[in-house]
């Protein structure tokens, strides 16, 4: 396979055309933002992490039948993904409270939720990724009533096989971040990356965070918590 032009670099990964039109490689970054790109730091080795993690996700999903953009591993940081035009939409699933929900609506971090809450930003970094409703996407015409039917049943599948899997590793899924794209015939499929960049991931025995927040939050051992995530992923399948 090929690598040709890159067609877009984003904060964590870079996306390169090859000679497959309907394929693409990504390739991923150590570079880490926060707070719509403000904070900047690197994360020493998040690259190969973020790419074998999201891997191993990815297969383990596409095995409970929710299609993903994964094709091959083609070296640390490098993958072949499906091309796709991704929808506009940051789909985020909660199991317990933390981060913006806790800020927005006045709740302390850790409390349980009794149902998953579902919640979808709008992907627009000058816009500062707002929060919006089904509604609001379609006036936005962002996705179709299908489409966005689609999205939330194969969010909520995901969150089911990630806390079944996470937990098996002795981790906690607090919450995560999605994105969803089109390939070229329309259909909708689970791309971007599932890591410690896009989930809050806290030990379940000790509570402590194993996450991006470590670098959000000047928590110290950033590299040690991503080190361990994977590490216990390996362990555990
Ligand atoms: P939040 O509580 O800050 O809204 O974050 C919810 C989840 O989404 C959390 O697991 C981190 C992830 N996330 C991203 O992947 N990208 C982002 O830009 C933000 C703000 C959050």
Known sequence: ????????????????????????????KDDATAFNGLKKGTIKGKGVINNQMSNRLMEMLAKKGIPTHFVEE????????????????????RNIAAGS????????????F?????????????????????????ALKVATKEEIDTIKKYALAVNEALKEFWA???????DFKIEFGRTSDGTIILADEISPDTCRLWDSETG??????????????????????????????
């Open 1 to 28: 396979m090929q690598k040709l032009e890159q067609v877009y670099e984003g904060k964590a990964k870079k996306v390169f055309k090859t000679d497959d039109p309907e394929l693409f490689i990504v390739d991923y």
């Open 74 to 93: 083609l070296s640390e940081r490098e993958t072949l993904v499906k091309k796709v035009s991704i929808v506009p939409l940051e789909v985020i699933v």
């Open 101 to 112: 929900f806790s800020k927005h609506y006045g709740v302390e971090e850790g409390i349980k």
């Open 114 to 138: 009794d149902e998953p809450v579902l919640e979808f930003s709008y992907k627009n970094d000058d816009l500062g990724d707002p929060l919006l409703n089904t509604s609001h996407a379609l």
């Open 168 to 174: 098996k590793c002795g981790v906690t899924l607090v």
């Open 208 to 237: 402590e965070k194993l996450d991006k927040d470590r670098f959000r939050r000047d928590l110290g051992g950033v590299e040690e918590a991503y080190e361990e995530v994977m590490k216990r992923l390996l362990n555990n399948n």
